[in-house]
Antibody, heavy 118, light 110 residues
């Protein structure tokens, strides 16, 4: 059974960089696509982007200028960086296995709340 | 890219059925068979219920069924049970190499 766990700071100041890591167990980041998805409090889901083991990435056009996703196969982790954050980036951030690219997400982490506030 | 359109709420009595629609365009739902549905209980991560329009992952009850006609996809829950009360989100691949979700539908079991 594949399990994912998000980790990172739960509070980020405006204009700074949000950084999260997803640790994968029961599966390898060398295979499949791996995505980040977020959900502002009380609102719907938004796909952020994916990374493939080869380092191939693709991002939501609305976030493309501010986001970077990378994979560390030696640690079986993948990471999200979102620069120049504002209060609008406050959300639950989920990592998920993507059977795609961008087709469907069959395993999800429990989610991590990141609040952007000074 | 606008979100897919879902009704904000739907309801049904135990044992009855409820259907949720998800409307998009020719560039997403109408153009590809990559429609998925997710169930989300409060405080929990989304759970995959339907993928590629009609397919059910192992472990998902057969009373969950997906379909598509033109630019609209639907999720039908037959034999509604109390544990089906949750938020449901649809998603679709988009032709500009993107993926979008619907706004979500809250299903209430009366």
């Amino acid at each position: 059974q594949v399990q994912l766990q998000e980790s990172g700071p739960g509070l980020v100041k405006p204009s700074e960089t949000l950084s999260l890591t997803c640790t994968v167990s029961g599966g390898s980041v060398n295979t499949y696509y791996w995505s980040w998805i977020r959900q502002p409090p009380g609102r719907g889901l938004e796909w952020i982007g994916y990374v493939y083991s080869s380092g191939n990435t693709n991002y939501n056009p609305s976030l493309k200028s501010r986001v970077a996703i990378s994979a560390d196969t030696s640690k079986n982790q993948f990471s999200l960086k979102l620069i120049s954050v504002t209060a609008a980036d406050t959300a639950l951030y989920y990592c998920a296995r993507d059977r795609g690219p961008m087709s469907y997400f069959d395993f999800w982490g429990q989610g991590m709340l990141v609040t952007v506030s000074s | 890219q606008s979100a897919l359109t879902q009704p904000p709420s739907a309801s049904g009595s135990p044992g009855h059925s409820v259907s949720i629609s998800c409307t998009g365009t020719n560039s997403d739902i109408g153009g590809y068979n990559y429609v998925s549905w997710y169930q989300q209980h409060p405080g929990k991560a989304p759970k995959l219920m339907i993928y590629e329009v009609t397919r059910r992952p192992s472990g998902v009850p057969a009373r969950f069924s997906g379909s598509k006609s033109g630019n609209t996809a639907s999720l039908t829950i037959y034999g509604l049970q109390a544990e089906d009360e949750a938020d449901y989100y649809c998603s679709s691949f988009v032709g500009n190499n993107n993926l979008i979700f619907g706004g979500g539908t809250k299903v209430t079991v009366l």
